[in-house]
Nanobody, 117 residues
Framework: QVQVVESGGGLVQPGGSLRLSCAAS????????MGWYRQAPEKQREFVAG???????FYADSVKGRFTISRDNAKTTVYLQMNSLKPEDTAVYSC???????????WGQGTQVTVSS
C-alpha cells in the first residue's frame, strides 16, 4: 500500500515563493510518476506538474518558468518549488503517485496554498 503525504503549504504574498514536499511510502513501483494537481474554490482540479521515475518533467502552461518539480535521489520525495506566485495560484495542492502502465492513482490529503497581500 502506497501513501503520499504533502507538506509546505501556507500564506505568501504575491511575488513570493513556497516549496511543497510530497513523501511517498510503501511498495513503490520502480517505474512511476509523481506530481501535483491543484483545485481552487469552485473550479475543477487541474494538473500542475509531474516527474517520472526516469527524471522527465512536465508542466502546465500556467506555471512554466515559475514552478520547478524535482525529486530526491531515493525517488521517494518530490518537491515543487513555486516562485513568482500569483493570487490565481491560490488552491489546494494535492500530490499524486501513479505507477506506470496502471490506472491506479494514489492521492495525498492536500495542502493549502494562499497567495494574498
Amino acid at each position: 500500500q502506497v501513501q503520499v503525504v504533502e507538506s509546505g503549504g501556507g500564506l505568501v504574498q504575491p511575488g513570493g515563493s513556497l516549496r511543497l514536499s510530497c513523501a511517498a511510502s510503501g511498495s513503490l513501483n520502480r517505474l512511476h510518476t509523481m506530481g501535483w494537481y491543484r483545485q481552487a474554490p469552485e473550479k475543477q482540479r487541474e494538473f500542475v506538474a509531474g516527474i517520472t521515475s526516469g527524471g522527465s518533467t512536465f508542466y502546465a502552461d500556467s506555471v512554466k518558468g515559475r514552478f520547478t518539480i524535482s525529486r530526491d535521489n531515493a525517488k521517494t520525495t518530490v518537491y515543487l518549488q513555486m516562485n513568482s506566485l500569483k493570487p490565481e495560484d491560490t488552491a489546494v495542492y494535492s500530490c499524486y503517485y501513479n505507477p506506470s502502465d496502471s490506472p491506479q492513482i494514489v492521492w495525498g490529503q492536500g495542502t493549502q496554498v494562499t497567495v494574498s497581500s
